[in-house]
């Protein structure tokens, strides 16, 4: 019996992906991933500032520097169609209050959910729409600054638009 993922005949494949939201956020993003079959395992690294309305009253400048790795599994063959990811993530932040007489760092460990849709456009060019959740499993709950106190969220929603290229 053949599993699906670990077909013998099917070609490890490399990729590079980018993500439009960093860039939107003041920031950027780097990605690689490796797969084979159904199955590709990604490395990633954004860096982005939180927008303050995102953020509540009386602070600003949430800077998030995030490393991933996730492994990501296709309904379908050849890096196309519906997709669904899980992986873990680690946020190094800084954050400051409205005065921004200081500014304090915090790291934060997340565990990550996706789904999204890849289109191939051009031989081994895809687009791909995402969603997803962060839950924050680990790392500080509540940050001291400037008699100030900062509690990060629990559930943190993603949603953007990749390009990726493979080879």
Same mark, same amino acid.
């Given at each position: 019996?053949?599993?699906?993922?670990?077909?013998?005949?099917?070609?490890?494949?490399?990729?590079?992906?980018?993500?439009?939201?960093?860039?939107?956020?003041?920031?950027?993003?780097?990605?690689?991933?490796?797969?084979?079959?159904?199955?590709?395992?990604?490395?990633?690294?954004?860096?982005?500032?939180?927008?303050?309305?995102?953020?509540?009253?009386?602070?600003?400048?949430?800077?998030?520097?995030?490393?991933?790795?996730?492994?990501?599994? /296709?309904?379908?063959?050849? $890096?196309? !169609?519906?997709?669904?990811?899980? =992986? *873990?993530?680690?946020?190094?932040?800084?954050?400051?209050?409205?005065?921004?007489?200081?500014?304090?760092?915090?790291?934060?460990?997340?565990?990550?959910?996706?789904?999204?849709?890849?289109?191939?456009?051009?031989?081994? /060019?895809?687009?791909?729409? $995402?969603? !997803?959740?962060?839950?924050?499993? =680990? *790392?500080?709950?509540?940050?001291?600054?400037?008699?100030?106190?900062?509690?990060?969220?629990?559930?943190?929603?993603?949603?953007?638009?990749?390009?990726?290229?493979?080879?």
């Amino acid at each position: 019996m053949t599993v699906c993922c670990l077909a013998q005949n099917t070609p490890i494949t490399v990729g590079l992906e980018q993500d439009a939201l960093p860039y939107l956020l003041n920031g950027y993003f780097l990605s690689g991933w490796v797969g084979k079959g159904y199955v590709r395992s990604r490395l990633l690294f954004a860096n982005v500032r939180k927008p303050d309305f995102l953020l509540p009253k009386d602070f600003t400048n949430n800077r998030v520097h995030a490393y991933a790795i996730t492994a990501d599994y /296709f309904l379908e063959t050849n $890096w196309q !169609g519906w997709w669904i990811s899980g =992986g *873990g993530v680690l946020w190094k932040n800084s954050l400051q209050t409205d005065l921004k007489q200081q500014t304090t760092h915090f790291n934060l460990v997340l565990v990550n959910g996706s789904l999204g849709y890849a289109w191939k456009f051009y031989k081994s /060019f895809y687009v791909s729409p $995402w969603a !997803g959740i962060h839950l924050r499993v =680990g *790392g500080s709950k509540e940050i001291r600054i400037e008699n100030q106190t900062y509690n990060p969220p629990f559930l943190n929603p993603e949603a953007s638009v990749k390009i990726g290229w493979y080879f």
